[in-house]
């Protein structure tokens, strides 16, 4: 990574940096020290926080998608970014590709988010990224 290359961090990242018991949680603290180190700016989105709260409020307790929420303000080189009405409108083509089968709404409107911002690299264990030909960290 080169320092100052924008990253977008996804909900499955969040997810595996949150939770001790993911799976992905060894390799997302090491991609996140990493990302750290080497002084990417982080991007991610509202549609991404909204999913990543819910499954931690969902999947763990209230407290844990509380800290984790308030965590997000300690990371100074983070972005959030917004979707309008229109890169929700360029979202949907998204669902016509075969080879995006079982793709999420918060990926199709990243996907488009990434393109506007020229973001190439996410941080992510989601295989739709790729797929969409963007580069994954983690």
Known sequence: M???????VDTGAWIALALSRDPFHARA????????G???RLHTSVPVILET????????VRDVALTWQDS???????RILTVTP???????PFFQRRDLHKLS???ATSFVLMSHEKI?????????FAMAGFRLVG
């Open 86 to 92: 229109a890169e929700l409108e360029k979202a949907w």
């Open 29 to 36: 603290r090491e991609a996140w020290d990493s990302l750290q």
């Open 53 to 60: 709260f819910t499954f931690l409020d969902r999947n763990t």
């Open 105 to 107: 709404a918060v990926d």
């Open 2 to 8: 080169r320092e100052s290359e924008a990253v977008f």
């Open 120 to 128: 190439r690299t996410a941080f992510t264990f989601d295989h739709h």
């Open 72 to 78: 997000l303000a300690q990371i100074t080189a983070l």
């Open 38 to 40: 080497a002084g990417v």
